[in-house]
């Protein structure tokens, strides 16, 4: 009866438009699937219906996006040292039972609606709609695909391994045991390598004009994103941390696939870099969804729905002259990135920001910038932020409406230099390591930090460590970083580093000997922007006399051993997937249990 009434609702959803707009399609009553499945305009609106699924309260609005990813060496939340059950998603002391994901609507279950809504969608297309290349229905078809294997990829880097389900439910597939995540993966590598050659290049049809539609470009660059984490590490349910022993998911037949991915992508010429690190960000927060650019797939939301800058935007404190939503801050930079940053790489003032915006005194209409009181422990991620938002103010309390980047073209030129480094050696890897670098410095600076940097990488491991840490200074507030971490095997390596390196910043000593504990600073000509002295390295000076406030920024009181710590509470190796929340275990007639030792 749920299958039934889940069907009805589905297709009686897909049809909630007006008369007007389909005066020659069918009446309602004598829609069947044949009919809405071989025509384009119906089917892309089943189609839809995936997507729905991503910005549902529990689903990947609410729940997902906002803590997947949490925390990894560079990234946390901002509270990791508080009990809560938003705390224990990140500090990696969750338990099944977790109080903000142990509901029967949350993103366990909102990721399974999408599946089979896609599964529906590709049995439907399969069946009635003759989806070639070159057609609606093949591109529509390959939409599909790819919409599937987001949700499925996303759901095996949150769980492990989980249900694979590639048909739609029937009366004998109701409950289901988890797969081993390599079957999943297979089939996912399967379903991209068709949706490929069924989608077109950006721009070069009608759908593929926006990037809330899926590419070309977007699905070789996905997948050959998941060749890497198909052939990478990960903890398995037997408590081992290792490779596929499936020869199908070798490193060796996985990089060949992800090598031609990445360089038909970057042979095309479809997609490419910004011109400067924060375009990319301005673009996104402002809904620019040209496809062309930087951006290769974004998952999209209406303006009353997501919560990327109410999570992970800088803090404002008060509905102000930038934004109607006093949110942001709930995760930042852990506090030592910024300092690790060389002072001219232009990423670092974008991705790390030391001030929240002030709280409106009464009489006052307009915020202005200020230090954070917590000092250096806490910063926030400045690749969001409401002040960038001239094309629309937010309004709504709890969503901001910013669709979540979910893909971008600097990542294929990365994996490109990593493919290449493992396949060829250093060499071969350089021009992609460059062209990163190039954009992330002034040309004037090209000779030092970009060409010299890269050429003296001559080994496989010091190019391999090179690209490690361009992955941090590129994607930090991406929640792409764990992720990498785990298939690269350094998680916890990693985590134990950035103890060590807060530690030392705490009392600045060791790598953080050369920086200021005091931060001198004053308002420029605007009234709202600050200007401070004591952030870079060798700013040691007092400037008492040339700025109006001096705060201490930096002191093992701001940055204690308890807040150091908890970066992870738990061996995080012990606990790369979050657990199968109770809810689902006890409605699935025995068939789920935990794994990693929950």
């Keep these: 009866m749920k299958k039934l009434k889940y069907i009805l609702g589905f297709i009686a959803a897909l049809f909630l438009v007006s008369c007007e707009d389909y005066l020659d399609t069918p009446a309602k009553s004598s829609l069947e699937e044949s009919i809405i499945f071989s025509t384009p305009d119906l089917a892309m609106k089943a189609v839809m219906g995936i997507h729905q699924s991503f910005g549902e309260t529990n689903s990947y609005r609410g729940r997902f996006l906002p803590w997947y990813g949490l925390n990894s060496d560079v990234e946390w939340y901002n509270s990791s040292e508080k009990t809560t059950g938003q705390a224990q998603?990140?500090?990696?002391?969750?338990?099944?039972?977790?109080?903000?994901?142990?509901?029967?609507?949350?993103?366990?279950?909102?990721?399974?609606?999408?599946?089979?809504?896609?599964?529906?969608?590709?049995?439907?297309?399969?069946?009635?709609?003759?989806?070639?290349?070159?057609?609606?229905?093949?591109?529509?078809?390959?939409?599909?695909?790819?919409?599937?294997?987001?949700?499925?990829?996303?759901?095996?880097?949150?769980?492990?391994?989980?249900?694979?389900?590639?048909?739609?439910?029937?009366?004998?597939?109701?409950?289901?045991?988890?797969?081993?995540?390599?079957?999943?993966?297979?089939?996912?590598?399967?379903?991209?390598g068709e949706a490929e050659e069924l989608v077109a290049w950006p721009n070069a049809s009608a759908m593929t004009k926006t990037i809330e539609h899926v590419n070309k470009a977007f699905v070789k660059s996905f997948r050959a994103r998941l060749c890497l984490v198909a052939s990478g590490y990960s903890l398995r349910a037997d408590g081992q941390i290792r490779r596929s022993t499936d020869p199908e998911l070798s490193v060796e037949k996985m990089y060949a696939i992800a090598k031609k991915e990445v360089l038909d992508v970057y042979g095309s010429k479809t997609a490419k870099l910004e011109p400067t690190f924060g375009d990319i960000f301005k673009k996104n927060v402002n809904d620019d969804v040209t496809a062309g650019g930087e951006g290769l797939f974004e998952i999209p939301f209406a303006d009353g729905r997501g919560r990327m800058v109410f999570t992970f935007g800088v803090?404002?404190?008060?509905?102000?002259?930038?934004?109607?939503?006093?949110?942001?801050?709930?995760?930042?930079?852990?506090?030592?990135?910024?300092?690790?940053?060389?002072?001219?790489?232009?990423?670092?003032?974008?991705?790390?920001?030391?001030?929240?915006?002030?709280a409106l005194k009464s009489g006052e209409t307009k915020s202005k910038q200020v230090l954070n009181p917590s000092g250096v422990a806490k910063w926030y991620f400045g690749k969001f932020r409401y002040e960038w938002m001239t094309k629309r103010r937010v309004t709504s309390t709890n969503d901001d409406g910013v669709n979540k980047q979910y893909m971008r073209y600097a990542e294929v030129l990365l994996m490109a230099a990593e493919i290449m480094n493992e396949l060829e050696g250093p060499k071969a890897a350089a021009p992609y390591l460059k062209e990163i670098r190039q954009r992330a410095f002034k040309k004037a600076d090209w000779p030092t930090k970009v060409d010299a940097y890269v050429d003296a990488l001559t080994d496989k491991e010091s190019m391999f460590k090179a690209i490690v840490d361009e992955h941090a200074y590129e994607f930090t507030g991406e929640m792409l970083r764990k992720e990498a971490l785990i298939r690269w095997n350094l998680l916890k390596d990693k985590m134990d580093l950035a103890k060590t390196k807060m530690t030392e910043l705490a009392v600045l000593t060791g790598r953080y000997s050369d920086i200021n504990s005091k931060l001198y600073s004053r308002y420029a000509a605007d009234g709202e922007t600050l200007q401070i002295y004591g952030l870079n390295r060798g700013e040691t000076e007092d400037k008492t006399s040339e700025y109006t406030t001096v705060t201490t920024w930096i002191s093992a009181t701001k940055l204690p051993t308890s807040k150091i710590n908890s970066l992870y509470l738990t061996d995080p190796n012990t606990r790369q997937f979050w657990p199968i929340w109770q809810n689902f275990i006890d409605s699935s007639n025995g068939l789920l249990k935990n794994d990693y030792g929950y």
């Design 89 to 192: 998603l990140a500090n990696y002391t969750l338990t099944p039972t977790n109080d903000q994901m142990n509901t029967a609507n949350n993103a366990w279950a909102k990721m399974y609606e999408g599946i089979e809504r896609a599964n529906m969608c590709i049995s439907g297309l399969r069946k009635y709609g003759k989806p070639e290349p070159g057609t609606e229905l093949g591109q529509i078809l390959g939409e599909a695909l790819t919409l599937r294997a987001i949700i499925y990829a996303d759901l095996v880097r949150a769980w492990g391994d989980v249900p694979a389900r590639f048909e739609p439910i029937t009366t004998s597939t109701v409950y289901v045991g988890k797969s081993d995540r390599d079957v999943i993966y297979k089939q996912l590598i399967a379903d991209l």
């Design 315 to 358: 803090k404002h404190n008060s509905v102000d002259q930038y934004t109607g939503q006093n949110k942001g801050g709930d995760s930042g930079v852990v506090p030592f990135l910024f300092y690790d940053y060389d002072v001219k790489d232009t990423r670092r003032d974008i991705t790390c920001v030391p001030y929240e915006w002030s």
